[in-house]
């Protein structure tokens, strides 16, 4: 008897794992705002979820007037290319980018009251942007309705408003179809209150229902792309980069402005809108402000270059744009961007005079940093002239000094400055002291 109710537990046990198992699994994925790199981003890492939890049934509610038209092609090539079931529930609206979406998935449920077409791409004024990219989304958005057996002459139609359709769309209006009008032309399945109609409606009685949520790894992402947060972490990296020019060898400023430079940019990179190029600008930036400070003494090209590099990229980062193609950039995102940056510039300006000070006197900087002064008075000097002294010795300016820069002294260049104002090129100059590396030089 033991052993015959061992076997019972052990059948019963099995049975109900093996019912659960096959209860289905859907994941619930909600975009209720335009379409940009953030709902791009989310999709991606909803699809991945689906997979890795092996979800039978993906249901994407919709609610989005459109959005960026790269972004949304992203989206509707990631659908297409899924090998599960993906419904779209549109909950109210989905146009333009929305309705893209909504007829690369496989089933199109609606709400009462709701709608999908209007297709037409516009720029950030809402004005008809120009015929290329009206071209591309009528040639997606017919390819798009085909792969899923959905009309592509209506699909077109909610693009072009020269498409006549006769009395569904008469010629000079772009389609937009209602919830009842969607269900009679084929592009809605029925009008659903919720996701239970949509699996019923499938077959599915009993499922186990998902909804996907962004992790805590997103939510910090998402945190760093908050402008006021992006101001700060521009302070630090132009700070940051200052004050290890003025103390070489300790490290820590250094290492905070690259800190601050890996959470700028990767954010941004995940979300889509930092570009490679864009990246590329900024390194590039910095290195030839590297040459100005280190290998071409003064303020010239090298450093103007560099300075609009660093800036422009800081700001091109944040903007959406496709190449310096700003069509479907708002104005307001271009003066948030600039004012971002401008404002962590002036924050950091702010720091450097007024706070420079107080850091290097600082107890804490005094721990990391060697404070020790080797007093000329006690007999210390340094100087690379050792074989003959270079005071009173005449020459003339081989660069301007600005305040420093290169002299010319017996047909040999020297590096120089002066004890702070300008002298011209080609100016006669005395040295009047040559300790440490470079020549202290006054007008002759």
Known sequence: MRKLFTIFCLLFTIALIAQEKEKPLVLHLKINDVIDPRTNRYSELGLEKALEIDADYVILELDTYGGALNDADDI?????????????????DAASAGALISIAT???????????????????????????????????????????????????????????????????????????????????????????????????????????????TEKIISLFLNPFVSGILILIIVGGIYFELQTPGVGFPILAALIAIILYFVPNYLNGLAENWEILMFVVGVILI????????????????????????????????????????????????FATVIAGLLGAIVV???????????????????????????????????????????????????????IEVDGVIYDAFTRGNFIDEGVAIIIISDEGTSLKVKEA
């Not at 090539?77 to 109210?92: A, Q, S």
């Not at 005094?366 to 020459?395: H, N, P, W």
């Open 290 to 337: 590297a040459i100005e400070v280190f290998v071409i003494p003064g303020f010239g090209v090298a450093g103007i270059l560099g300075l609009i590099c660093t800036i422009g990229s800081l700001v091109l980062v944040m903007l959406n744009n496709d190449l310096f193609d700003f069509s479907f950039v708002g104005g307001d995102q271009i003066f948030i961007s």
């Open 106 to 216: 496989d089933s199109i449920y609606m709400a009462k009251g709701s709608s999908i077409g209007a297709a037409t791409v516009v720029t950030q004024d809402g004005a008809a942007a120009p015929d290329k990219y009206q071209s591309y989304m009528r040639s997606i958005m017919r390819s798009t309705a085909e792969a899923k057996g959905r009309d592509p002459r209506m699909a077109e139609a909610m693009v072009d408003e020269d498409i006549d359709l006769d009395s569904i769309a008469t010629e000079g209006k772009i389609l937009t179809l209602s919830t009842s009008e969607a269900i009679k032309y084929g592009f809605c399945e029925a009008e659903v209150s919720g996701i239970d109609d949509i699996m019923k409606r499938s077959g599915v009685e009993e499922y186990e229902l998902q909804e996907f949520k962004l992790g805590a």
């Open 352 to 406: 450097m005079f007024f706070g420079g000070a107080s850091l290097l006197n600082s107890n804490v900087f005094k721990r990391i940093a060697l404070q020790e002064v080797q007093d000329k008075e006690q007999g210390f000097t340094s100087t690379f002239y050792r074989e003959k002294s270079m005071i009173g010795k005449e020459g003339k300016t081989y660069t301007r000094l600005r305040p420093s820069g290169k």
């Open 76 to 92: 509707r090539t990631r659908i297409l290319n899924f090998d599960r079931p993906i419904y779209t529930f549109i909950n109210k």
